[in-house]
């Protein structure tokens, strides 16, 4: 995320934290659409996140005046909608125990908007990606979301993971290393190459 634009939410926040409670309502509507879909990397049900996101805002407004300053609200709001909504899925039964997830249930996607593939070239990316993503365990996929989809540095991932920054990096190297794997073993060169990792988000010679 833009310098500029972290350093507006933080602006606003702080106005918010003041009693201005018109300010709470700019970073509802700024970051909505962003914490529904990152919430929908945890449970395909809408509802329970539209829920989730809801509570934490009714919160926020109940414990206003004793919030702390913030200094990445972006990172704040993910990391609180991810312990709510998985805090309600224990609390459904849809998860048997303790608050993490079976491997499989990161619903990590990504979809192909350019027009200037065809279908057929659509379709072959779309194989290749559920390629990369299926070699990748859970914490990989919500690693490598986090980090080149969200922007969140190693601090960040390790706060949302509950690991340590050591262990974030060697994460993310690891879990990259696995989706450049999976592409070279396809031979891809070039443009489509390129195309593949621009889904992801990740620079092409992956050196972090």
């Known amino acids: 995320m833009a310098e500029d634009k972290k350093s507006e939410y933080v602006k606003v926040w702080e106005r918010f934290i003041k009693g201005d409670d018109d300010a709470i309502s ?30 934490f805002f009714i919160e926020l407004f109940k414990k206003q005046k004793k919030l702390p300053a913030v200094s990445n609200i972006r990172f704040y709001f993910f990391s ?7 805090r309600e899925l224990k609390r459904r039964s849809i998860l048997q125990q303790g608050n993490s997830l079976p491997e499989s249930d990161f619903l990590i996607d990504y979809s192909f908007e350019s027009k200037l593939i065809t279908e057929e070239t659509k379709k072959h990316y779309s194989r290749l990606l559920k390629q990369c993503i299926s070699q990748l ?39 990259v290393k ?16 390129f195309n593949i990792l621009k889904l992801f988000k990740v620079k092409v010679d992956f050196r972090e």
């Open 80 to 86: 609180s909608i991810k312990h709510k909504v998985l």
């Open 137 to 175: 365990n859970s914490n990989q996929k919500e690693a490598i979301y986090l980090r080149f989809n969200c922007g969140m540095d190693y601090m960040e991932i390790s706060t949302i993971l509950g690991i340590n920054v050591a262990s974030s990096r060697t994460l993310i190297y690891r879990s």
């Open 178 to 193: 696995a989706i450049k794997d999976t592409i070279e073993k396809n031979n891809l060169t070039g443009i489509v190459l």
């Open 26 to 55: 700019f970073l509802y509507f700024e970051l909505f659409d962003e914490m529904l879909n990152f919430g929908l990397k945890y449970t395909r049900d809408t509802g329970i996140v539209e829920d989730c996101i809801q509570d």
